[in-house]
């Protein structure tokens, strides 16, 4: 053992010597120079970790590259050149992702920051609206394909419920059977109510509950729950299943998974009318 660590230190020590000869410095002779081997060691190691999470994130960076261009961006007398070097960086990989023409994207970026209005068919207004519209599918796209099956599990679950005994549908497709009868008023659409409830998804996992009664405006909740409370009364407990269009659709929330099917048990404890 003794004997193949002594090799070891020999190839080391070799290979240290070498290496001396062909790299920059990196010793530490005076403050400044220990300031710049504390920088470069610190700095390293934080770039080790940052491009190692990268790739753990599925977005490799190649060290040497990255060097050679860190390298380069130290030369502080082409700072505009790098800012937009850096800039670019930013959303290079986006407008790689959406297959974007880099000329014609260019060229109107260019236009635009130079305000070139003639160069440019398409106006602020135009170009927000467009963004949102093209955002907004591409975010149902990407919703769609990582949480579509919960459409289809969801109707099967509510299928499956409206052939229970008892089970009743409301005008929009909210599907409720009575546990308690009530017998006091019926809230309008600008009332106040106050319930307890217990609402789960269809796996059977809560994940939201209030079992000592909160109050909330009828029309400032989801549109299942909004449907249900006026079909009952006060002291009426119902379970209802409410289909994710009108429940929190393809958005979800940040419990609930976008095209859920919601289940819920909820008992109507008053009724508040809206002040006339």
Known sequence: MKKTIAIIGSILLIFGSISCKKTADTSAASEKDSLAVAMGVLYGQEFANMLEMSRLQGQPIDSIAFLEGLKDGMDTTRFSYFAGAITASNFARQIAKDSINVDKFYAVLRASMLKDS?????????????????????QREENMKQFGKNIEAG??????????EGVQLTASGVA??????????TPALTDTVRVRYVGTLIDGKEFDKNETGIEFPVNGVIKGWTEMLQQMKVGQKVHFVIPQELAYGEGGNYTIEPFSTLVFEMELLGVKPAKQ
């Open 118 to 138: 003639t160069s440019i068919s398409m106006n602020t207004a135009d170009a927000q609206a467009f963004m949102q519209r093209y955002q907004t599918k591409k």
């Open 155 to 164: 109707k099967t679950y509510l299928d499956n419920f409206k052939k229970e």
């Open 176 to 185: 409720y059977k009575t546990l308690q009868e009530g017998t006091g008023a």
